[in-house]
């Protein structure tokens, strides 16, 4: 299993600013998944964060708007900018187990105002 | 990557009625997950099957898998008020190496027990 601390947990910001999203495993993992969910809807990949070269990103998700950083193997940060309210969700960090079961931080929701 | 397709979108049981959502994938799946996020959580694993038409059982419980492997079902018996949440199955993305560890999540089934 993995335990993953994210933080912050949910904060409300003002529209055209930027936060950054940690998040820290208690083991080292080669892959970080990135996943944002909207108020009650399901989960949609962002970008997949690997250790030591740029992240991956999926259809509709781009670096200039999502900025990853992934300095070693337990931690990455995702950094949501230039906010504005349509970015009001909750935004995830996920590792596998194995490549299949996936484990998740706690979660950070977002208001953007 | 496959959609995975999931029904109903919402249910609302009285304590003790059965519970089922089902799940569909554009394409055969290698193995399919099954989650549960409670209201204000993260999802939780539940569960994975892997083989054809395969059948597993966590107390009240079952979670099926098609035999094309294509589909799948968790249905809970007796459902209690510990049971609200919302329900996804996921399934892994299809093809190559880049791909591994991603996960398609179907849309969710929002169970809502009243007492």
């Known amino acids: 299993s993995a335990v993953i601390s994210q933080k912050p947990s949910r904060d409300i910001c003002q529209r055209g600013t930027s936060l950054t999203i940690q998040c820290q495993v208690d083991?080292?993992?080669?892959?970080m998944f990135w996943y944002r969910q909207q108020p009650g809807q399901s989960l949609t990949l962002i970008a997949t964060a690997n250790q030591g070269s740029e992240a991956t990103y999926e259809s509709g998700f781009v670096i200039d708007k999502f900025p990853i950083s992934r300095p070693n193997l337990t931690f990455s940060t995702l950094t949501v900018s230039n906010m504005s309210p349509e970015d009001s969700s909750i935004y995830l960090c996920?590792?596998?187990?194995?490549?299949?079961?996936?484990?998740f931080g706690q979660g950070t929701r977002l208001t953007v105002v | 990557g496959q959609q995975v397709m999931q029904i109903p979108q919402y249910q609302h049981v009285q304590e003790g009625e059965d519970f089922t959502t089902y799940c569909n994938s554009s394409?055969?799946?290698?193995?399919i997950q099954w989650y549960k996020q409670r209201p204000g959580g993260h999802p939780v694993f539940l569960i994975q099957?892997?083989?054809?038409?395969e059948v597993k059982k966590q107390k009240r419980l079952t979670f099926q898998f098609g035999e094309a492997k294509k589909n799948s079902s968790l249905h809970i018996t007796a459902t209690q008020t510990t049971d609200v949440g919302t329900y996804f199955c996921?399934?892994?993305?299809?093809?190559?190496?880049?791909?591994?560890?991603?996960?398609?999540f179907g849309q969710g089934t929002i169970l809502t027990v009243h007492p």
């Open positions: 099957l892997v083989k054809s038409g």
């Open positions: 996921a399934g892994p993305w299809d093809a190559g190496g880049t791909s591994y560890g991603k996960l398609t």
């Open positions: 394409t055969t799946l290698s193995n």
């Open positions: 996920s590792v596998t187990h194995g490549g299949t079961e996936a484990f």
């Open positions: 083991s080292q993992v080669t892959m």
